[in-house]
């Protein structure tokens, strides 16, 4: 008897894994058809791994767009720490520091609009929770386009607002194709 509630376990588990796995795969191949910043690979691989880490992907795309919200915010919550860690330390000029102390603050708001992205998704007010992706995803471009007013300066962030940019895009393409779906 045990080895069969075993079995009939595993193999749920196993139905609902593929289940979210082609979730992933699907949600992410139409949202990667329609938004040209947004690459399929990206989306899957970035998707995949968070979804075992952070909640389960659930069965449907507001679920998806969930757990992309929350590898966003993971994301920007790590930034916000390197940034930190960069102002303490004597590597970079005034001007610099300037930036950094910019980029803290534009993704301390960030992670903000992202809580309220997340929140309004919960009452269904796709909407607002556009808007807050939108303001999260232009505050690490206008992190990263600061160090460029500098003649010679560069940006030590590229890679994290580049990243950060591309996890905002995920959940604002899932926010579109939801709203196809209400």
Known sequence: ????????????????????SNLISESCKEASKNDPNLRYDFCVASLKDASSK???????????????????KSNGSNTVSMISKFLKGKS???????????????????L????????????KDLDTASIRLSASLDNSVTCED???????????????????????????????MLRQHY
């Open 1 to 20: 008897m045990k080895f069969g509630s075993f079995l009939l376990v595993f193999f749920i588990f196993l139905f609902q894994s593929s289940n979210g």
């Open 54 to 72: 952070l909640q389960p992907a659930g069965t449907n795309l507001e679920g998806l767009v969930g757990i992309s919200i929350q590898l966003t």
């Open 92 to 110: 970079f000029d005034e001007y610099a520091k300037v930036c950094l102390r910019d980029c803290y603050d534009l993704y301390s708001d960030s």
């Open 112 to 123: 903000w609009d992202l809580d309220a992205a997340a929140v309004a998704l919960k009452w």
């Open 146 to 176: 600061q160090f460029k007013d500098k003649k010679g300066e560069t940006s030590p962030l590229t890679k994290e607002n580049k990243l950060y940019f591309q996890l905002n895009v995920i959940s604002l393409a899932f926010i579109q």
